[in-house]
């Protein structure tokens, strides 16, 4: 195959701008209609009957309380409740485990924050890291083998040459 | 059978202590006499692993016998559960499977004893930790949580029998692997502990230990996805991971010991990294420790927790004993830990290894986290939170793509620095290919911006053909190499190519297991289900399926009694299939459990749940999941373990080049 190295160049830059595009766009998008709406809700509610599932996910046949979350669920979507206000009303009446997830309010914040602050605060460790590292001069152990020169060097050269021809 | 299993566990306890005090004795003391005390150590350990065997046998005759006398007989097992089962009874519950656990450390402590030869000192040390770490097992065995336990009262004619989810028979083999991977990381962190102690010089250490590391890490991840599997096939619930804690134990090890296999490299190659991998090991072995104090305290609810008791004090002390221990080890010997390299630049394989490594313990933080926050959240206010699936997915699905980036990147990175300009060499056509795959996949009618989870998965089949495209770059490029030298086809010689350096494209053979196994993940997206009422002669349809109820049916067996629908499967008109759902009810336990029928293509798997019979009309209802690509997450899960097998292989090109005198210096302890 021939290579275009400036072709290639130009579309891996373009389509690194469409996808950082899409990536924003589409990234905040969330669903609109009814069934997805009661979709998306159900897979935020847990079931209550103690089986610790997902509401739209609880498989218990004759389960006192799924059937009935569901229908109530369907019915305050139908009302054009938004989410927010069909979520608390389940938080008011099943109490907060019926969410399947922590709300991001007051100390339930925490939550989402840590994994994000960690990831952040990981990150910058890395960088300081490298570039702590490529500043630091090279310090060898007192028992460790001494930097090598000569004939030795270019044995071990031949050595990485051998090792790494394919 | 309950007292010789009793004393046969209270001998072994008694020899396992020998083994540590001896051990430490023979290694502390200088003089003639230690080598001999030594040998009773090691010799100590052997037998008592030939005890624990002797107690497992001992169980399992119990059972095999129907001794209902024994407390754990009767709560596991009944006369007419299948054999393959009683034998699965040994992992089944609380105390046969510490029981277990004990059987396999000693196992693998078995084959360190006898390979003790290749460096007596180190595997001394390491066999000292080790028999410190059965001693804590055998202690819970004898005083906590014992397996031959008399059930109060006279003997039952019927034991209550085996919880019927365990009646499957992935569970037959799931358990054997995840705690093979579990104990197996008491290895590592034995040879790790062992090294530091005795200022192991060199990285000889991490030789030794990298295939015990890579079987470990190899066991556990088929027990993770047998897991997954079994949870699939038996719950019936549609999905194969629901972010239980103990799904979760079992993952935490699993990202901490897959950053050890990572992060290794650099101090096999560089000699950098060092007090990092200590502790990374370190932790993947206290992390096994916390998921079975997790999942047996009872400290946290879980689904499928089999087995919960009292025994988490015990686990809060051996943790916080082996955490101050490593802690004072490392204080002491902190300075033999100094890295003999410098990085050199951001842009280097080095640099790649840091962000995998922080990719997948902020992956394991925020399992961690997740599974600990209802805890953390009653202390603080008070009031219990659930953290479900849609915390896990949320916040870890960013970081799998992140770490998908990386592997993509990272192969292609140079040791010490590369150039941005032999980096875009190499990475544009992949790239290329990535976007163009799916500009195709957009075209075929995914639409991204309708919902986030099919953005995600978008980006997920994105970024996997990028690590797809990366990987095969390298088998390429290395292979038209050795074809143009030996004029082999290119087939032939990128399997030589693999041969010459089988940890390396070994490697990349994993890499590809688990490109397969995000694209399987990416269909979760595209979930459908329906549930209904079905009787004979009704229709359902889903998807391009039409779902024909021509029967039910009823069983009968000294076990179990069962019930079944008979549905034809029609597609484009043309019946393709008959499946048949079943719900059992087990007759000893009083409880039922699903059978799942599942039709399976490389597209979608057809997963139709027999859920019982509505109490209010009689009649049957039958849900039907439609999943697309789930046999995806299972051939690679295969790739993933050829891979492993490739990368255990010892590499056929063997260095010839006369070493200078000097580098022939064995390492200190290594002719002992």
Do not use: K
């Given at each position: 195959m021939k290579h275009h190295p400036a072709l290639a160049a130009y579309l891996l830059k373009r389509l690194g701008q469409l996808s950082l595009v899409l990536f924003v766009l589409f990234g905040f998008l969330g669903a609109g209609d009814e069934p997805a709406r009661v979709n998306d809700l159900g897979h935020r509610?847990?079931?209550?009957?103690?089986?610790?599932?997902i509401l739209l996910e609880c498989?218990?046949?004759?389960?006192?309380?799924s059937d009935r979350m569901r229908d109530e669920l369907v019915a305050a979507v139908d009302k054009g409740d938004n989410d927010d206000l069909t979520l608390q009303w389940f938080v008011q009446k099943y109490?907060?485990?019926?969410?399947?997830a922590p709300t991001?309010?007051?100390?339930?914040r925490v939550a989402w924050i840590m994994p994000y602050l960690t990831l952040v605060l990981g990150l910058a460790t890395v960088v300081v890291i490298v570039h702590t590292w490529k500043k630091r001069p090279l310090t060898l152990r007192a028992d460790a083998v001494p930097p090598v020169h000569g004939a030795e060097l270019d044995y071990f050269r031949a050595q990485a040459r051998k090792e790494t021809e394919i | 059978m309950s007292l010789i299993g009793s004393f046969v566990l209270l001998l072994a306890l008694a020899l396992s202590g020998y083994s540590f005090l001896a051990g430490i004795l023979a290694l502390v003391r200088k003089g003639p006499g230690s080598e001999r005390i030594g040998e009773t150590a090691r010799r100590a350990g052997i037998a008592t692993f030939a005890l624990v065997l002797l107690a497992a046998v001992v169980l399992m005759i119990a059972a095999f016998s129907n001794d209902f006398s024994i407390a754990y007989i009767f709560h596991h097992s009944n006369r007419d559960l299948p054999g393959p089962y009683k034998f699965a009874m040994?992992?089944?519950?609380q105390e046969g499977s510490l029981l277990f656990w004990s059987l396999l450390l000693g196992a693998y402590g078995l084959v360190l004893r006898l390979r003790y030869k290749t460096d007596s000192r180190l595997f001394a040390h390491a066999s000292m930790v080790i028999a410190g770490v059965q001693l804590f097992f055998l202690s819970v065995l004898n005083?906590?949580?014992?397996?031959?336990a008399i059930l109060q009262g006279s003997s039952p004619a019927d034991g209550a029998g085996l919880n019927p989810l365990l009646q499957y028979p992935e569970m037959v083999i799931h358990p054997p692997m995840l705690y093979l991977g579990y104990v197996g990381f008491t290895i590592p962190f034995a040879f790790a502990l062992g090294a530091l102690i005795m200022r192991y010089p060199g990285e000889k250490w991490i030789a030794i230990t990298r295939r015990w590391t890579m079987v470990t890490w190899g066991f556990l991840t088929c027990g993770v996805f047998l897991g997954a599997h079994w949870a699939y096939s038996?719950?019936?619930?549609?999905?194969?991971?629901?972010?239980?804690p103990v799904e979760n134990a079992s993952l935490m090890p699993w990202l901490t010991g897959t950053a050890f296999l990572h992060s290794v490299m650099m101090q096999e190659k560089r000699g950098m990294m060092k007090t990092w991998n200590v502790w990374l090991i370190f932790s993947t072995f206290m992390l096994t420790v916390f998921g079975t104090l997790l999942t047996r305290s009872g400290l946290v609810s879980s689904v499928h927790a089999f087995a919960q008791s009292s025994i988490g004090t015990w686990f809060v002390i051996f943790l916080g004993i082996t955490f101050l221990v490593c802690l004072f080890f490392y204080v002491k010997?902190?300075?033999?830990?100094?890295?003999e390299n410098k990085l050199e630049?951001?842009?280097s394989r080095e640099s790649s290894f840091l962000f995998n490594n922080l990719l997948l313990l902020v992956a394991c933080f925020t399992v961690l986290w997740g599974t600990l926050f209802p805890k953390i959240s009653e202390w603080v206010q008070g009031a219990k939170v659930t953290v479900g699936a849609p915390f896990f997915n949320r916040v870890n699905i960013p970081v799998a793509l992140l770490l998908l980036l990386l592997t993509a990147i990272g192969p292609l990175l140079a040791w010490r620095r590369t150039s941005w300009e032999s980096l875009k060499r190499n990475f544009k056509w992949p790239a290329i290919g990535a976007v163009a795959v799916g500009a195709l996949v957009v075209l075929l009618g995914m639409k991204p911006w309708q919902d986030q989870s099919y953005f995600y998965s978008l980006m997920t089949i994105m970024l996997s053909v990028l690590v797809a495209f990366t990987v095969a770059s390298e088998f390429i490029r290395g292979g038209r190499v050795i074809s143009q030298k030996t004029n082999q086809n290119l087939f032939a010689s990128m399997v030589q190519l693999t041969r010459r350096n089988t940890r390396r494209y070994g490697g990349y053979i994993v890499h590809f297991g688990v490109v397969v196994i995000m694209i399987g993940f990416a269909g979760s997206a595209f979930n459908q289900d329906k549930e209904k009422e079905m009787a004979y002669g009704d229709k359902m349809s889903i998807g391009a399926y039409t779902l024909v109820c021509r029967s039910y049916t009823q069983d009968d067996n000294p076990n179990y009694g069962s019930e079944w629908a008979v549905m034809d499967v029609f597609k484009g008109g043309k019946q393709i299939a008959t499946l048949t759902p079943e719900r059992r009810f087990y007759k000893a336990s009083q409880q039922t459990s699903t059978m799942v029928a599942n039709r399976s293509t490389l597209k979608e798997d057809l997963y139709v749940v027999?859920?019982?019979?509505?109490?209010?009309?009689g009649r049957p209802i039958i849900k039907v999941h439609l999943n697309p690509l789930v046999m995806w997450i299972w051939i690679g899960v295969w790739i993933m373990i050829v891979g492993t097998v490739i990368g255990l292989i010892p590499s056929t090109v063997a260095l010839r080049v006369a070493a200078p005198a000097r580098l022939q210096t064995e390492p200190v302890g290594a002719s002992r």
């Open positions: 509610l847990m079931c209550v009957c103690g089986c610790n599932q498989n218990h046949v004759g389960c006192t309380y109490g907060t485990t019926v969410l399947a991001a309010t007051g100390f339930n | 040994l992992w089944s519950g005083f906590a949580a014992p397996p031959f038996v719950l019936g619930w549609g999905g194969y991971w629901a972010w239980d010997n902190r300075d033999h830990l100094r890295s630049s951001l842009i027999y859920e019982g019979q509505n109490p209010d009309t």
